[in-house]
């Protein structure tokens, strides 16, 4: 179904036989925590498109966009939150950007959950080592307006500079618990457990997603941004977690 409807996606770019097939590598960079549905969209594309490579650079939103606006190449950017999008945007590299999917944290703990934590309070607790995302990357502002909204406050034994290295702590048992999305709850495939909190719903990250104004394939990035907001794009987003349209 998925193949299918690139097939046709394909075709309805350019012009004459072959139009956007072959032409080269779409670059996309994007957040850490869209690299489970990204890569098996990149996959898909390839497929619809042969001779075509999709290549990605998954990291921190906010270092992302400081690579592109210090001049880094590509084609497409997908953010994990507004405001990083705006660094790119401000930087006169992109036109507006459309929100393609949701994100919203979850409380991470290993599977036996040493620490007994069941609720978003109990990382207050100074016996229980959590981690946390850097407040200048999207998990980690997500996870400020969160603890603020319960009034809360929390020492994070640790500062991560991207979701998926935040996960890695509760995963590798360094730490009791961390605040992650809900998509890496589920990317970890049963390595840890996911508890739900009520602050979350006041913390939910939209994602832009946009064509970069100097974009080395153009037509490519075009096609990309149009599967991952198509039908098709957005089951796969959410299957992998993401709240879509």
Do not use: H, W
């Amino acid at each position: 179904m998925l193949l299918g409807a690139l097939t046709l996606l394909a075709g309805g770019c350019g012009s004459g036989a072959g139009a956007g097939a072959g032409k080269g590598t779409v670059t996309v960079f994007a957040a850490a925590s869209l690299t489970g549905a990204f890569t098996e969209l990149g996959q898909a594309y390839e497929r619809a498109r042969p001779g075509t490579r999709v290549r990605f650079n998954f990291g921190s939103s906010a270092t992302l966009a400081q690579q592109l606006v210090q001049g880094a190449p590509a084609d497409v950017f997908a953010a994990a939150s507004p405001a990083t999008m705006k660094t790119v945007t401000d930087a006169g590299l992109a036109g507006p950007a459309a929100v393609f999917a949701r994100n919203k944290l979850r409380i991470a703990v290993p599977k036996d959950n040493p620490a007994g934590v069941d609720s978003l309070a109990d990382l207050a607790d100074p016996k229980v080592k959590v981690a946390l995302c850097a407040e200048q990357v999207p998990c980690g502002a997500a996870a400020v307006k969160a603890l603020a909204a319960a009034g809360l406050k929390v020492k994070p034994v640790t500062l991560e500079q991207d979701v998926k290295a935040t996960l890695a702590k509760v995963e590798l048992g360094e730490v009791d618990a961390a605040l992650v999305y809900q998509t890496d709850v589920l990317a970890s495939g049963g390595k840890v457990a996911g508890l739900s909190f009520p602050e979350a719903d006041q913390a939910v990250n939209d994602y832009p997603i946009v064509v970069l104004t100097r974009a080395p394939d153009a037509e490519g990035a075009r096609g990309f941004v149009e599967l991952v907001r198509s039908a098709q794009g957005q089951a796969v987003l959410a299957k992998a977690g993401f709240q879509t349209s």
